[in-house]
């Protein structure tokens, strides 16, 4: 026995199912309706069905219509005669949830008592009271729900196909559908016929009209007054429970509303095993949403407001100023991100805060003080350290102007900005004196919100390890980041713990460059488990990596963690690590034998050193290995070695220490074949080592790369393509959005493996890139003098 529980679209799947498997002759089909509660008139359909199939047609025998008769009889009637049934038949039910309580239970009999020949195939919207439990423990149900009926991205090809439809890429449909087999049918529909369905099929929703009947007839003008309140009122969620729809509707009893409409597949998704928070289908939201507007169109504002304020003091922070700004309160979307800024800093989320500041009007920034500190924040985060200074200062400004009340907020988010700047630009005095405000703010009970005191001694701590981690004192940035570390696992801050975590492992590789390497891999594993990928942080773990197996001359390791590590810091945002990337590379490439690359490596991390605060620990190194490139490339000749026995003994120590650790890179960095193999053949304790020394050399003396541009580090999807022809515009990633008609998240997931893939950092960049492989047209200014503004 087959069962089918899902919602509109199970009946074209079940006509599919019975023209494509063979059994159209031996299938008899019953769509039930709801005058079929009446369980005689459901089973004279089901009679007449029967005897249309070539073994029904033999067996059963004809019923005419009366009024005395009873469903009960006729159940035991049929069995008796199907009861010589020796070949195949598939009785069909469709509907099964309009039948009533008597017919179900006569269907019931009919399945538990029926011959082995006969094969029931029950399909329904929602599950229905069938006792059908022993044949489950049996082996003998097979369930199809949902999940199992939902189009795959192959399967909407297919179909768009057999309808004559040429829709390039049907992902952003099948996504937009959920892949539910009604909508991608009438999608087909709706793009037949046009001259460029591929576009227009970015502007499919649950507004279209063919859709908006449908759901408004099958769903919505089925419910109640009191269902159909609590659906349009709370549409303008993204997720909603029982507390937050009575909030919106003024009624009780929403969670269960939600739970029986949940059940009815009635187009509400559960997002929780208890059942307790719920969605709604997008389409279905987006009808729901038109619906409201036309009907309630003075109260959409209010329920964003509510909506705002309960999810402010539910912990739900983003959300609440989302709503916020739908509400078009800027000054309380304003308080709301100012709020809660530390705390999304503080778990990494720099890009929802980039986000949700998109959201406001311009120059929203420059009339309240805390929203400029937010604003300085942010743009510290996407690079621009002058923009930031900029912002800060506005915020000071303007912070005499904040209420009495929330002067202390504007003051510590100045000191949080400041102290971020500070230690990107590694400034230790400065980063000292702000750790030290912030350390003293977080003994004012007053002067911080409930919770953030001990973040912001986490803060202060780690950032104090990092400033004296780049000016060499090792020891004291060891002490800070542990403490620091151990305060922020101890409160739940797993990205602050993160961050410490990474300089802890860089000062690891000045002691053993084997931990650096096992340290830093589970750093990188941090990143990906918390979806960390973007951030600066995961750069500098993947350098760790990289910069220990260059030291081991595991170079084919080694540059994956390299380009990882590029890709992911902006140098003008991070300098002291973007200098140390690039002094990373131009060891990499020493060791290849490119002298020219390294030498360009290293001038570009000896531009970066301009932009630090003095002693920093990597300068005065990148300018020695400087100068020692411009040498490199200007030897044109090696004199030979005149006392080969203090060779020898050179080299016999040199092989001593390098063993323990593997550290090889110097023996690539300086390749002496000959001495070497004249070594090994005079007696030495590393013949093994000399051994993979040699073939280190040979293997890494290869051909020089081609010209041109490399190519991307992996194909571009036909998705990340369509989204790559809109960055060269003015559009933002909602704006691009609402031009592909998918969710903003989908458009920025895109656009960070655009950058990956094409080895950037900024849109700008990625533009740039594209143009050179030919992914998008040249600039129409190129060669073209430009002005600003």
Request: hydrophobic share 50%; charged share 20%.
């Amino acid at each position: 026995m087959v069962s089918a529980s899902a919602g509109s679209g199970k009946t074209v799947l079940l006509r599919s199912w019975i023209s494509q498997s063979g059994v159209a002759g031996r299938a008899a089909w019953v769509p039930a309706g709801r005058g079929d509660r009446d369980p005689p008139r459901f089973w004279l359909s089901v009679l007449a069905a029967l005897r249309q199939t070539a073994a029904g047609s033999a067996l059963v025998r004809e019923l005419t219509a009366a009024p005395d008769l009873d469903g009960w009889v006729i159940t035991e009637r049929l069995l008796a005669d199907l009861a010589p049934l020796d070949d195949r038949l598939w009785l069909v039910v469709d509907d099964v949830h309009e039948l009533g309580p008597d017919a179900l239970r006569q269907l019931e009999l009919l399945i538990m008592r029926a011959p082995p020949g006969l094969r029931f195939v029950l399909a329904a919207r929602h599950d229905v009271r069938l006792s059908l439990h022993r044949l489950r423990l049996e082996g003998e149900l097979a369930e199809i729900r949902e999940p199992e009926l939902r189009f795959t991205v192959a399967e909407a090809a297919e179909l768009f196909e057999a309808a004559g439809v040429d829709v390039p890429d049907p992902a952003p449909l099948v996504e937009r559908t959920e892949g539910w087999a009604a909508g991608l049918r009438l999608a087909a529909l709706w793009l037949a016929g046009h001259p460029d369905p591929g576009r227009l099929a970015a502007e499919f929703s649950g507004t279209e009209r063919t859709v908006a009947e449908y759901l408004l007839a099958e769903v919505l003008d089925r419910q109640d007054n009191a269902v159909r309140r609590l659906l349009l009122r709370t549409s303008i969620l993204e997720r909603v429970n029982g507390e937050l729809a009575g909030l919106l509707t003024g009624d009780s009893g929403g969670e269960r509303i939600l739970q029986d409409l949940e059940e009815a597949n009635a187009f509400v998704v559960a997002l929780d095993a208890a059942r307790s928070w719920f969605r709604y289908h997008h389409l279905f939201a987006d009808l729901l949403q038109l619906q409201l507007r036309r009907t309630e169109p003075d109260q959409v504002a209010g329920l964003h407001q509510a909506a705002a304020g309960w999810l402010a003091g539910h912990g739900y922070p983003v959300q609440a100023v989302r709503h916020a700004q739908a509400a078009q309160d800027w000054g309380l979307a304003a308080q709301l991100l100012a709020d809660n800024w530390p705390g999304l800093y503080l778990d990494g989320q720099a890009a929802v805060i980039h986000e949700l500041l998109g959201g406001f009007p311009a120059g929203a920034s420059a009339a309240d003080a805390e929203l400029a500190a937010v604003a300085a924040g942010d743009e510290l985060a996407r690079g621009s350290l002058e923009a930031a200074e900029w912002h800060l200062a506005l915020a000071e400004r303007g912070s005499a102007l904040v209420p009495e009340g929330r002067r202390g907020q504007a003051q510590l988010l100045a000191g949080i900005v400041r102290l971020l700047l500070a230690r990107q630009c590694g400034n230790r005095p400065a980063v000292a004196e702000e750790a030290g405000r912030l350390q003293a703010a977080a003994e004012a009970p007053e002067a911080v919100r409930p919770g953030l005191g001990e973040e912001l001694r986490a803060l202060a701590l780690i950032s104090l390890g990092e400033a004296e981690y780049w000016a060499a004192r090792f020891e004291d940035a060891g002490r800070y980041l542990e403490q620091g570390i151990a305060l922020a696992r101890r409160i739940g801050r797993p990205y602050l713990e993160f961050t410490g975590l990474v300089y802890a492992a860089m000062i690891e590789f000045y002691g053993s460059a084997s931990l650096a390497v096992e340290h830093g891999r589970q750093a990188a594993e941090l990143v990906e488990q918390n979806g960390w990928a973007d951030e600066p942080g995961a750069g500098f773990a993947s350098l760790i990596v990289g910069a220990a197996l260059v030291w081991q001359a595991r170079l084919e390791e080694a540059e994956p963690w390299i380009q990882r590590a590029e890709r992911t810091v902006r140098a003008e945002a991070e300098p002291a690590v973007g200098l140390a990337i690039h002094h990373v590379r131009g060891w990499f490439e020493l060791a290849r034998g490119r002298d020219a690359d390294a030498l360009a490596a290293f001038q570009a991390a000896d531009r970066l050193a301009g932009r630090l605060a003095k002693p920093n620990l990597m300068v005065l190194p990148n300018r020695a290995f400087l100068v020692q490139a411009l040498v490199r490339l200007g030897e044109t000749q090696r004199d030979a070695l005149g006392d080969s026995r203090a060779a020898a003994s050179a080299v016999e120590r040199a092989l001593d220490l390098a063993e323990p650790d593997g550290a090889l890179w110097w023996f690539v960095l300086h390749p002496a074949p000959s001495l070497l193999e004249r070594h090994a053949r005079h007696g030495t304790a590393h013949a093994a080592l000399i051994a993979d020394i040699l073939s280190l050399i040979a293997g890494n003396r290869s051909a020089p790369p081609p010209a041109g541009p490399r190519p991307p580090l992996e194909p571009l999807s036909h998705s990340e393509i369509r989204v790559l022809r809109y960055l060269p515009t003015n559009l933002s990633m909602r704006q691009i959005a609402g031009e592909l008609y998918v969710s903003h998240n989908t458009v920025r997931t895109h656009i960070s493996h655009l950058y990956a893939k094409l080895g950037t950092h900024t849109r700008a960049e990625a533009v740039a890139r594209a143009r050179a492989l030919g992914l998008l047209a040249p600039s129409p200014l190129r060669g073209q003098a430009t002005r600003a503004g």
